[in-house]
């Protein structure tokens, strides 16, 4: 390690280090240096940290931080590296503030004027775009969709005409739900890949036209366990070619008497037409349509 990277550092210092998200050996030499040598790890569990420390042989103290008391807890720790202490924040796996705690901490550092290093890392949901096989070039990644059924599909309506690949995570007593869910709002073409357990022994990557991969899942057990990332194909604009002319007229014609969403739904179904890729079509072409 470098002078300006080392934590052997004079100023207090926060450290933003990822964990591995399953295989050991992913783990970074720096980020076994940085938790040996830090004062204090603030760790989402400290007995989940606890087993990772002691199997690299680091005995530094861990301080439980996670979304139940960040809040209160970050003041504390930037006391602590205020007084000169330095401080590694982990999760329970892979890279901390990605759908993890540390926001609040790393804010009231930033506000206190102590210096924040981030390691680069294990990640999730990069480790799953890389591999996916879907475009790389523009992403969305969403967290974790809503638990309750009406949220879930109104999220999936909001990235239906994303045209950039969108990202998930997903538990796995949720998996089938969801699954439904996106079949509902995007139909059985648009392809998902289900990444699960990566980097791990049972390690699937799966990419199929939705209403495949619902099938696939439904009819192995083994594909509702573990850690599960979602990644949805983003939306492909249709050319006006794609239209019939008649049911461009048709749309235009119901849009003086009903709101462009419910007349693109009526013409998609007249038409064995998608109903969201009607409806984009009609906010692009239909300037004066009330939408």
């Known amino acids: 390690m470098t002078d300006n990277q080392s934590f052997q550092t004079k100023s207090p210092t926060l450290y933003i280090v990822p964990t591995p998200i399953g295989n050991l050996d992913d783990i970074t030499q720096r980020a076994i240096q940085v938790l040996a040598g830090v004062d204090l ?12 420390l002691s199997h690299f042989q680091i005995q530094t103290k861990t301080f439980a931080l996670h979304d139940h008391n960040e809040q209160d807890k970050a003041s504390f720790l930037v006391e602590k590296l205020l007084s000169g202490l330095s401080v590694a924040l982990v999760s329970d796996a892979g890279t901390p503030l990605i759908s993890d705690p540390g926001y609040h901490l790393v804010h009231q550092c930033r506000q206190a004027g102590v210096k924040v290093v981030p390691l680069p890392g294990a990640c999730a949901v990069t480790t799953a775009l890389c591999a996916s096989g879907l475009p790389s070039d523009r992403f969305s990644f969403e967290g974790f969709l809503p638990a309750k059924t009406k949220a879930r599909k109104d999220k999936l309506s909001d990235i239906a005409t994303d045209e950039r690949t969108c990202i998930f995570y997903e538990s796995p007593h949720r998996i089938l739900d969801t699954l439904d869910d996106m079949l509902v709002v995007l139909g059985p073409d648009r392809q998902v890949v289900l990444a699960r357990e990566l980097t791990k022994t049972f390690e699937t990557i799966q990419s199929l036209p939705l209403g495949e991969l619902v ?7 083994n594909q509702r366990k573990g850690e599960i990332v979602l990644l949805i194909h983003g ?57």
Not at 215 to 221: H, Q
Not at 247 to 266: C, D, F, N, Q, Y
Request: charged letters at 35%; proline letters at 4%; hydrophobic letters at 40%.
């Open 215 to 221: 099938a696939w899942v439904k009819d192995d057990e």
């Open 41 to 52: 790890i603030a760790a989402e569990d400290t007995r989940h940290t606890g087993k990772l």
């Open 235 to 291: 939306f492909r604009r249709p050319k006006e070619a794609d239209f019939p002319d008649d049911a461009k007229r048709m749309l235009t014609i119901l849009v003086s008497e009903l709101p462009l969403k419910r007349a693109a739904g009526v013409v998609a179904e007249m038409y064995a037409l998608k109903k969201n890729a009607l409806y984009k079509w009609g906010l692009e072409h239909l300037k004066s349509a009330d939408h």
